[in-house]
């Protein structure tokens, strides 16, 4: 799946439950607390990053190790 981002980026807890990798933000919260969510490969640890997508560019998102989105800018 993917998602648009704004200009003003989303937090790593809302775009998860966005591309319905969690089902709820809490679910989303807990992942990124166990280390489960990664962005670009790289392990995420702070529930209220916000992500910015560069015109452009795209950023992978995934949680654990079967379930992947990519946000795109919008």
Same mark, same amino acid.
């Given at each position: 799946?993917? !998602?648009?981002?704004?200009?003003?980026?989303?937090?790593?807890?809302?775009?998860?439950? @966005?591309? &319905?990798? /969690?089902?709820?933000?809490?679910?989303?919260?807990?992942?990124?607390?166990?280390?489960?969510?990664? !962005?670009?490969?790289?392990?995420?640890?702070?529930?209220q990053?916000?992500?910015?997508? @560069?015109p &452009?560019? /795209?950023?992978?998102?995934?949680?654990?190790?079967?379930?992947?989105?990519?946000?795109?800018?919008?």
């Amino acid at each position: 799946p993917s !998602l648009h981002v704004a200009d003003e980026g989303i937090t790593i807890v809302m775009a998860c439950t @966005a591309l &319905g990798l /969690t089902t709820s933000n809490g679910e989303a919260k807990r992942k990124v607390k166990e280390g489960a969510v990664k !962005l670009d490969d790289e392990r995420v640890d702070d529930p209220q990053l916000v992500v910015r997508v @560069a015109p &452009g560019g /795209t950023h992978r998102l995934s949680v654990g190790k079967k379930r992947h989105g990519i946000l795109i800018p919008q």
